[in-house]
């Protein structure tokens, strides 16, 4: 089954996910979509240091937006936050470092954020693919602790702060790998057999798109989405996946192309009249998952998931 779900995928990743799949995408896209001013919303993005999330943070500050950068290293995030700050001329714009695979770090982060700030959409975008199964110094493998754990720690303890705010959102930025993943809720630290990043990296990816559905129907009052920007050519790509970047290179989606949906999904009126909870591409709500790929988790398995992750967040939590 693993076979035909990669093979399907990157056929439809060829023709959807490259730069000519967005090209024809954008032909239907309304640019009025994006003409918004968004002086007096606040934006947190996660990994705005580098790649889709850097051009995220970008066109939001560009349009007005409170920028805040949740980083990891703070002469790239600093470097990042003068480009931004000198190619949109908005000050607003403000550098938080924060190790997304550190759960106490994470948590000490939103509780402190929670306090005097206020918050309209957070962007989930952080994320990697490391191919060696390394763990945090809690004992966490390290994609499941930045990717799934350290996402849902920061959006759960922010919910509060979100839900005072008007047209509250949730962007978080998952990856079409995860189409090739059935959820596999027995083995959350990859423990078992042989450690392949690749598919632990698209495992991560269908969890978010798993908690991005549960906490759609569970808080109404937030509008959540998740999403797939396509192949951009990015640091993670060129890092994570040499050969196919070596490959792919003259195909790949530009940084800003790759971070179109997830602005769309942050700013765009038309997104949030969209139900919540859906899976996006180029600007449309598309299946969480191939025809015939069997990749489909019960509920109980799905609710497995969500209080596994609750339990680890209370077990970090100061
Ligand atoms: N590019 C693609 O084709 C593609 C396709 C599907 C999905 N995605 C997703 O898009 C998102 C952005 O990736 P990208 O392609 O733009 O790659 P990127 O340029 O390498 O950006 C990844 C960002 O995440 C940050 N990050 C990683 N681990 C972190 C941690 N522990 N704590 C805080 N920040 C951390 C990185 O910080 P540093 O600079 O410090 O490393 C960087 O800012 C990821 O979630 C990725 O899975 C990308």
Known sequence: MSIYRNAVWFLKGMQEYTRCGYEAAAKRFNPSDLEVNLSGRSFMITGANSGIGKATAQEIAKRGGTVHMVCRNKGRADAAKDEI????????????????????????????????????VLINNAGCMINQRELTEDGLEKNFATNTLGTFILTTALFPLLKQATDPRVVTVSSGGMLTQKLNVDDLQF???????TMVY????????????????????????????????????????PSFHAKMQSRLR????????????????????????????????????????????????????MNVLEEFAQKFKP
Not at 92 to 99: N, S, T
Not at 205 to 221: C, D, L, N, S, Y
């Open 202 to 241: 698209a495992q991560n990816k269908r969890q978010q798109v798993i908690f991005t559905e549960r906490w759609a129907a569970q808080h109404k009052e937030v509008h959540f989405s998740s999403m797939h920007p396509g192949w951009a050519d990015t640091p993670a790509v060129q890092t994570s996946m």
């Open 191 to 197: 423990e078992k057999g042989a450690f392949d990043g």
């Open 254 to 305: 530009t940084e800003a192309m790759g971070a179109d949906t997830a602005v769309w999904l942050a700013v765009s009126a038309a997104a949030s009249k969209l139900q919540s909870g859906l899976f996006f591409q180029d600007r449309t709500a598309v299946s969480t998952h191939l025809p015939l790929a069997a990749s489909r988790a019960t509920p109980q398995e799905e609710e497995k998931l």
């Open 85 to 120: 700050v000198e190619n949109s001329k908005n000050q607003d714009v403000h550098v938080h470092i924060v190790d997304m695979s550190n759960m106490k770090q994470v948590w000490q982060f939103a509780q402190d954020f929670a306090q005097g700030n206020t918050l309209h």
